[in-house]
């Protein structure tokens, strides 16, 4: 009778325990999963938990860090570019390949225009065309030269002159004189003497018999013709060259410089080289 008894309590706990079961819903059941922890995914492929075992993998290379996020920096950017501008690199193939920096010993140049003509070095200051003071026993309108300073001087009276800067001839060919301005001429062409042309072929330099008035021309953009001499005074295609004896005897000036002393002077004008 006591077993009987004891069966039917086992018997009733276990299916009080089934209903309470089965009674569940199942959002109840998974209450405690409701928050479920963050999977994290290694951005290392190769099994970090086998290095903390204090051993890594055989046969396998070395671990690489994962790549660094790069950032975009428009001011530091802009920097570079501005510093890059001010000097020369070789031709790259992209921006990537291009230094943040200019390389020790990289030459700093000046920013000009495309397609302007290049420079050979610079005209002193005193080469440039200026009013100044001059005394002088010669009436305004008379055109004085200083071969010896490179200077000339454009009279003006009352003590005053408009001097401008020009080359003159090199040694062997130097000369002083008094003629006048008997022709004036815009882009002249340039006939080379015989003479000239002869000593410059005997040092490798053939010259042409003639030569269209352009800015490749020697001559320059104006001419005005002394006397009845060889000698003028004229542009040239070659400015730098102001300011020293390179000539085989005429007096050039800068171009913009003659077409300017071209508008001031008549022919008849006095001219003095001294």
Known sequence: MKNSLHSAKIFGLVALGLATTLSMTPASAQDRYRQRP?????????????????????????????????YYQPQAQQRRSQQTRQYLFPPAPSRAARPARPPQGAQQVAMRRPNAPVIQGRIEPQFLPQSVSYETQYPAGTIVIDTNNRFLYLVEGNGQAMRYGVGVGKPGFEWAGEHKVTRKAEWPTWTPP??????????????????EGGPENPMGARAMYLGSTLYRIHGTNAPWTIGSAVSSGCIRMRNEDVTDLYERVKVGTRVIVI
């Open 38 to 70: 963050p999977v994290v995914v290694s951005p290392d492929l190769t099994a970090p938990w086998l290095m903390q075992l204090g051993e890594a993998p055989r046969n396998a290379g070395p671990r690489q860090a994962a790549p660094r996020p790069q």
């Open 194 to 211: 015989q003479e000239m042309i002869s000593r410059e072929a005997a040092k490798g330099h053939y010259l042409p018999a003639r030569m």
